[in-house]
């Protein structure tokens, strides 16, 4: 079996993938409801105007956000005992930080060429019913691991 969204072997812990990116975290953060997320993801999610948990879609009583230093560092012994991860993702990380510095004006207007599914730009968007964009071979194989 393959990590969907990296490519890469599924040894890698599901407690260290983000749960809107599907990605390695590099600074996991907590939300008030306890539940981690990469910093440049839920800021994005929480920036696109959402006060909702992403995983529950439950309000939330505070956008304020904590450092999960336990979940950082054992990410990060992980990754040194896996470098071909550690490259992979320092791409990924980039764009994300890219968007994550953008006005929510033009965070929207980028995001209309980004695969939300793994945070790259488009090859060959597509839109679902519910309005979302995708790239067409990104959603394809979703598809084809559900």
């Known amino acids: 079996r393959v990590c969907f969204f ?3 072997p599924m040894d890698i812990p599901h ?4 749960p809107i990116s599907g990605e390695v975290m590099s600074d996991p953060v907590m939300t008030v409801d306890h539940h ?8 994005m999610w929480f920036k696109l105007g959402n006060s909702s948990s992403p995983l ?3 309000p939330l009583e505070s956008t304020s956000l ?6 950082r560092q054992a990410i990060e012994s992980f990754l040194l ?11 990924r990380h980039t764009l994300q930080r890219l968007l994550n510095s953008l006005g929510p004006e033009q965070l929207k207007m980028s995001l209309a060429y980004i695969d939300m599914m793994t945070f790259s730009v488009m090859q060959d968007p597509v839109t679902a019913e519910d309005g979302s964009n995708y790239d067409r071979h990104t959603i394809n194989r979703w598809i084809e691991e559900h």
Do not use: K
């Open 6 to 8: 990296l490519n890469l």
């Open 56 to 58: 529950t879609l439950l």
């Open 81 to 91: 005992e896996n470098p071909d991860v550690h490259r992979r993702l320092a791409s």
């Open 66 to 71: 904590t450092p999960n230093h336990q979940l």
């Open 36 to 43: 981690s997320y990469e910093r440049s993801c839920i800021t």
């Open 15 to 18: 407690e260290f993938l983000c």
